[in-house]
């Protein structure tokens, strides 16, 4: 290598020296290149046929140098939209392990199966602490007894004092439970007991009812009711044995019947909604009662009543009373009860 003349800015290769400038010279000739110095700086001029296949020129490095200043922020810079980044990336590990040699060690993020990351409560934060408590108060498992100074969880409800869904809620939707003005909890009323049956509707075999209540009452002069038309439970007795009364006939119709040897029915047609009947022998002779097939002789001979005698029947218009006489013509008085 040699420089000829003083204030020469030109380096250049000398192959007559070559021991001078044997480390410079080798590098000059195997990459054609030629140095020139530009004030106190030294350029490298390479030409581009004596760069190597796929090398970086001035071009890609200055591309490659703007990608990486689109991805330099600084500290609390704000975000702008279409900000790049560089993807973070995670090691799958199934089963937790240390995956560095010592504390302070750099370390990557790990993740499950599913790349859910990892994550430890280190139970520093006093407020979260404070929550948790409440919550595990709150916590109570199937079955558990009822302990003084338990808590709970309010439950709202909303105010709608006319009755009807509230607006936005579907069938089908959550909802919350609705009270009227007093707070009082709106329920609907929809309780089937048994097996509803019209009224004179006819039974069915295993037909299922309700269970009628009586009132136990031991004087008969206590009323269970305020007024004549109130609703009123049975009265029973001790024994639970229900007591009943007598309702007295709002009708009556007397009638004589001619009574022969053959039965006769007494009488002919029963008064509506008999409850009770008389019946006394008018005529001199004797007088026998019982069914249809009664008769005054033999074993179907019925109950015998003489000249003026009489007896007293609790019997209803469908139970029918016949006569017989022990000869013809003879008057018989019956007297009906409704």
């Known amino acids: 290598m040699s420089q000829t003349g003083a204030g020469k800015t030109k380096i250049v290769f000398d192959s007559a020296d070559v021991a001078n400038s044997d480390n410079i010279g080798a590098n000059l000739i195997a990459n054609g290149t030629q140095l ?6 030294l350029d490298v001029n390479v030409t581009a046929s004596a760069l190597p296949t796929g090398a970086a020129t001035e071009t890609t490095l200055a591309s490659i140098l703007s990608l990486f200043q689109a991805l330099d922020f600084a ?4 975000h702008t939209s279409g900000d790049m980044g560089i993807q973070a990336l995670l090691v799958r590990q199934d089963t937790l392990a240390a995956s560095t040699s010592a504390d302070g060690d750099y370390g990557s993020f790990k993740s499950n199966n599913l790349g859910e990351l990892y994550v430890k409560d280190t139970g520093a934060n006093t407020a979260l602490s404070a929550i948790q408590a409440v919550l595990e108060g709150l916590d109570y498992a199937d079955g558990s007894a009822w302990a003084a100074g338990s808590m709970g969880i309010e ?3 909303v105010r709608k004092d006319a ?7 579907a069938d089908g939707d959550f909802s919350p439970l609705q009270v009227n003005a007093n707070g009082e909890l709106k329920v609907a009323a929809s309780i ?3 097996d509803n049956y019209a009224e004179d509707s006819a039974h069915s075999s295993g037909a299922v009812g309700s269970f009628s209540l009586g009132v136990r009452n031991d004087n008969q002069a206590t009323s269970f009711t305020s007024a004549d038309g109130d609703y009123s439970g049975f009265a029973v007795d ?17 009638q004589i019947v001619t009574v022969g040897t ?5 009488p002919a047609t029963s008064l509506s ?3 009770s009947m008389m019946i006394q022998m008018l005529s001199s002779g004797t007088l026998y009662l019982g069914s249809a097939t009664v008769t005054n002789t033999g074993s179907t001979r019925g109950f015998k009543i003489g000249d003026g005698g009489f007896v007293s029947l609790d019997v209803g218009p469908a139970n029918l009373v016949y006569g017989v006489a022990n000869a013809a013509g003879k008057d018989v008085m019956v007297w009906e009860f409704a």
């Open 75 to 78: 500290e609390d810079s704000a």
């Open 163 to 169: 009755s009807g869904p509230l607006t936005g809620v």
């Open 273 to 275: 909604n008999r409850s």
């Open 36 to 41: 020139t110095a530009t004030g106190t700086a």
């Open 238 to 254: 001790i024994k639970g044995a229900q007591y009943v009364k007598d309702v007295a006939a709002s009708s009556n119709l007397q």
């Open 262 to 266: 053959s039965a006769v029915q007494l």
């Open 155 to 157: 439950a709202l409800a």
């Open 192 to 194: 089937t007991i048994g």
